[in-house]
């Protein structure tokens, strides 16, 4: 079974996709593997969309790196000349992103790619962390549904009831 799912939620894109296609302006940018894609981004637009997902956890969303995208927002109707994403590339190169369109090359193992940048300075992957599910409690176990339990309670012993806990496998 095949379909083409189109979401901006990158969170359920992880949990139903085994390819992923990152587009900017109606064009391909970057083409891999899910996993493959969010352990190893490497066009600057893949990079700066994994860092503004969310993530559950404060702690760790207070203290990840983010790239910030500034410059002009291209006109869907009107692209920019060369490669859609100078105008707001950080890393743009000067006199060569805005006058010639990128080629696809493939890095490696079906990993396709649309940047002027050499392999060497796009090694620099974004390590992404999007929760599947729950954090794991107590190793790798997990809470499980709704499914809740309550402590015995005797009333004697306590004015109020204890609250529910999750079953864990």
């Not at 969310?54 to 869907?76: F, Q």
Request: aromatic share 4%; charged share 25%; net charge positive.
């Amino acid at each position: 079974l095949t379909y083409l799912f189109i979401a901006h939620d990158l969170a359920v894109v992880r949990h139903i996709s085994a390819r992923v296609a990152v587009m900017y302006l109606g064009r391909v940018v970057e083409l891999a593997h899910c996993d493959d894609l969010y352990k190893g981004a490497r066009h600057p637009y893949t990079k700066a969309l994994l860092q503004a997902a969310p993530i559950p956890d404060p702690a760790i969303e207070k203290s990840r790196p983010r790239t910030i995208l500034t410059g002009e927002i291209p006109s869907p109707l009107n692209p920019p000349s060369g490669c859609v994403f100078h105008t707001r590339c950080h890393r743009v190169i000067e006199g060569l992103c805005a006058e010639t369109e990128p080629e696809i090359r493939e890095l490696s193992n079906g990993h396709v790619l649309r940047c002027h940048l050499s392999v060497e300075q796009l090694e620099t992957p974004v390590t992404v962390t999007l929760r599947e599910t729950a954090p794991p409690l107590h190793g790798d176990r997990r809470p499980v549904g709704p499914k809740l339990r309550t402590r015995s309670w005797r009333a004697d012993h306590r004015k109020t009831p204890p609250r529910p806990t999750l079953q864990c496998r």
